[in-house]
């Protein structure tokens, strides 16, 4: 018998025969539903954790598969799975009302099915579907599992030694020593980070040389990327859109001015960057360029449209926050800016005008109630009803300037901490993901201070929600690192 978080699976189930990859990708169908990043658009912080760990999962699942491989170093996971109703009238899954919850695993098995059955496990979701997949495996075992799942079995040492198995505990007590602290993983992956560096160095020379190239030859205000591609994905790209210059320089000078975006999809977004889609052709590219003079009339009629938004609101800025909000194009945010407008004219709340200056909204696609975000917004649905919507920003106006203090205070706090740590360091370069926050980033950057850290010397530091050594170098570390002895 093998026993997984009080879960019991003889190991007939586990052992009558592997499962393939696409059969892997299918049983975990139920998982990749609960935490699918498109689910979580008004939630950028908690999307991009989860595009990161489906990202190590998926380099995971693929290093099972290979032919000849030993055995993986344990790789913890973070994900945030939705609450779903289990037994809805209707028969469907639904989103429940309490959101989504923060499920962590460390990943250290053999095979695609134990992999596939730790991970469900983990996230408390079921596992008999998985049964369907092995045809050597009656419903009974599943069933007991389901029975006794409060009753966790803990094998004798001789068990283990006896029939070769491996000893979940003494698994656990491995990855405990190898998840530890920050200087142990500095010490386990310096010198291997330092490596990736030294070997991008050039191609990020090319990197700068082409973007400021492309930048000055198209008169551009930036290019970004939306994405944490690799060095050289970034210089194909920008090769790419240089021989398109070459091509049809004059229907690319459209975007004077503009900020550039490589990302998924061709378009204009909410804000008036220009996306190119990474998997169009240069087809596609051209088309979108031709089109920007109309896209720019577009964005002026929705500017036109915020404003009276604002005028009938007593005020209150519309922005659109692109860290904190799905990607929308330009037409799909107009799209909602319109029907909310709309609703607001027929219905005629009466604020007072110029009575909310100074404070922010953002509108929300996927929300029935209005609330206040941390950093001072407004998150107004775009179906909210008019009367809650209007006590609700006149009882939260105040907070709401509150809280726009604090960010400000906090933004200039972390400035000045990340500052002090690049400069303590050394650092080359220190910069977030969007979904850490400021509170997160001042606390980890107070810790960080209190460090002597001669590894860092030189190095591209990232403060994530994980540790990773990524391809061009760049080392990754969770805010909330620990150090010194781990406790348990």
């Not at 990855?175 to 386990?188: A, G, H, P, Y």
């Not at 001015?257 to 490589?262: A, E, H, L, P, S």
């Not at 920007?292 to 964005?299: A, I, K, V």
């Not at 009629?301 to 007593?314: A, F, K, M, N, V």
Request: with cysteine; charged share 25%; aromatic share 10%.
């Amino acid at each position: 018998t093998f026993c997984h978080k009080g879960k019991i699976f003889p190991y007939c189930f586990l052992l009558s025969r592997a499962l393939s990859g696409a059969e892997a990708v299918n049983a975990l169908r139920p998982f990749y539903f609960a935490v699918h990043p498109d689910f979580f658009g008004q939630h950028p912080r908690e999307r991009e954790v989860n595009e990161n760990s489906l990202k190590r999962l998926s380099a995971y699942l693929e290093n099972l598969q290979k032919p000849g491989f030993k055995s993986l170093k344990p790789t913890q996971l973070v994900f945030y799975v939705r609450e779903t109703d289990q037994n809805p009238s209707d028969g469907q899954e639904h989103f429940s009302t309490s959101g989504f919850r923060a499920v962590k695993f460390t990943l250290h098995t053999r095979d695609l099915l134990s992999t596939v059955l730790y991970i469900l496990n983990s996230c408390s979701l079921s596992v008999e579907h998985v049964q369907s997949l092995n045809t050597n495996v009656h419903s009974q075992p599943l069933k007991e599992a389901k029975r006794t799942s409060d009753r966790p079995i803990k094998w004798d040492k001789s068990y283990y030694s006896f029939t070769g198995f491996k000893d979940p505990d003494e698994d656990l007590e491995q990855v405990w020593r190898t998840e530890t602290t920050l200087t142990s993983w500095l010490d386990n992956n310096g010198k291997s980070a330092v490596k990736k560096l030294k070997n991008s160095l050039p191609l990020r020379k090319e990197l700068d040389r082409l973007k400021d190239e492309l930048s000055h030859q198209l008169q551009l205000s930036d290019i970004r990327w939306q994405r944490s591609w690799g060095i050289a994905h970034r210089c194909s790209q920008l090769h790419s859109l240089g021989r398109l210059a070459q091509q049809n320089l004059e229907t690319l000078k459209n975007a004077k001015g503009c900020t550039i975006i490589f990302t998924d999809r061709s378009g204009m977004s909410a804000v008036g960057h220009v996306m190119l889609g990474t998997m169009d052709v240069h087809h596609h590219w051209t088309k979108l360029f031709e089109r920007l003079p109309s896209y720019f009339d577009l964005q002026r009629r929705l500017t036109h449209l915020e404003d009276q938004i604002s005028y009938l609101l007593g005020g209150i800025q519309v922005v659109y926050i692109e860290e904190l909000q799905p990607v929308l194009t330009l037409e799909e945010y107009y799209s909602l800016l319109d029907v909310f407008y709309n609703r607001l004219l027929k219905s005629r709340i009466p604020f007072h005008p110029r009575s909310l200056r100074g404070l922010q909204m953002i509108l929300n696609s996927d929300r029935y109630a209005p609330s206040l975000h941390e950093l001072g917004h407004f998150n107004i649905p775009v179906l909210c009803d008019p009367a809650n919507l209007q006590w609700f920003i006149l009882t939260k106006a105040q907070q709401a300037r509150e809280n726009m203090k604090r960010k400000e205070e906090l933004k200039v706090i972390e400035d000045g901490l990340m500052q002090a740590s690049t400069k303590k360091f050394s650092l080359e370069k220190f910069y977030k993901e969007p979904s850490v926050s400021s509170i997160q980033m001042v606390d980890c950057c107070k810790r960080l201070l209190e460090q002597s850290l001669p590894y860092l010397q030189g190095m591209h530091l990232c403060v994530s929600h994980f540790y990773s050594v990524m391809q061009d170098g760049d080392l990754c570390i969770p805010w909330n690192w620990k150090n010194g002895e781990a406790i348990k």
